[in-house]
């Protein structure tokens, strides 16, 4: 029974990707676990491991096909006892693609179930994605199985044909609460307001010189999520100065003790800790907005955005409350280092409740940023610059001070918990010792 290989979905926004490079020919021999292609999706270049044991039949999609869509047939494998005579009914994308009034109706109905096209990919109650191979989900189909309830034994929790074959349809009841929610979701959604059309927008540049560059996909990702954020999150600002006089010193005498061991700490090595412990000393500020519903984090998950060519990343340090400033630091380098190749794995960019972008490097005094969904909140972080301040006692000085801001999702927190979050930072960076007690 030829099996197809489908385009895997390697995140969560992806709808397309592009076959880089295959690292299989037809005749190669995989077993599950094998990397048999890289595929480069919105955010980065990932390799795709083979799920099921057997033999490379025919590769449908070539090296370096842009635009390939999710589950789409992308290589056919057979098992053992299988050759490549046996492919014969196996439709290539183009076919799988187009529309079902143009085949007979019949025809499905009398091909053999060996040469079946798998079902679609499933989704659970909570409309993710169910992560199963092509042909465990043949399987499913065939017994009526609920895949919802399966738990996966291959790579990253994917169901394969061994978690389906002892099971009967009794094993996995279906939720019937989950056919509202699929007609539901199913249900056309209004359209959002939409701007002025390309082609409007090339009339009105009409005989001025210009070059038009065209979307990739994380850029198209980049507008899609942002505008949603600002269009569904109701946003507030909270703003504040911070003195980073006691911070530069604190920080000039560890990087010269640290200077042996090769380690050099950024003012954003601090910031970072600064943030993950005010999330443990304002717990209630430590949450995500999740539809209907509000999740509480325990530990300190912060994003912080790392520019790239053509977009950004936000790698997530994890437990970052429970990590030294050195460790936070060697981390934070590799993460921005891999994010600037491209080769973050989704579990490095995805999650956190917090995230932080820091524009200071380049000179800008003061920013209001976007909140990346489904975070509570982001800081964006300004320029350190020197200016005169009144101390308690009314004496005039001059600090270095960097303004900061807080923008919350008011769906999660409300303004006095904001408040509390950010003096709760303010007072981590302006007295850095107490990040180390």
Known sequence: MPTEILMPALSPTMEEGTLAKWLVKEGDTVASGDVMCEIETDKATMEFEAVDEGVIGKILVTDGTEGVKVNTPIAVLLEEGESADDIGDTPAPAKAEAPKEDAPKAEPDARAPETAAAPPAPKGGDGNRIF???????IAADKGLDLSGVTGSGPHGRIVKADVEGLSASDTPRAAASQPAEAAAAAPKAAAPAGPSADAIARMYEGRDYEEVKLDGMRRTIAARLTEAKQTVPHFYLRRDIQLDALMAFRAQLNKQLEARGVKLSVNDFIIKACALALQE?????AVWA???????KPSD??????IEGGLFTPVLKDAEMKSLSALSAEMKDLATRARDRKLAPHEYQGGSFAISNLGMFGIDNFDAVINPPHGAILAVGAGVKKPVVDAEGQVSVATVMSVTLSVDHRVIDGALGAQLLNA??????????MLA
Request: net charge positive; charged share 25%; aromatic share 2%.
């Open 132 to 138: 199963a191979s092509p042909l465990a989900r043949r």
């Open 282 to 286: 304002v717990p209630e500020a430590n």
């Open 291 to 297: 539809g209907d519903k509000v999740f509480k984090l």
């Open 302 to 307: 912060v994003a912080v955005a790392v520019a």
């Open 425 to 434: 930072i303010k007072a981590n960076l302006e007295s850095p010792m107490t």
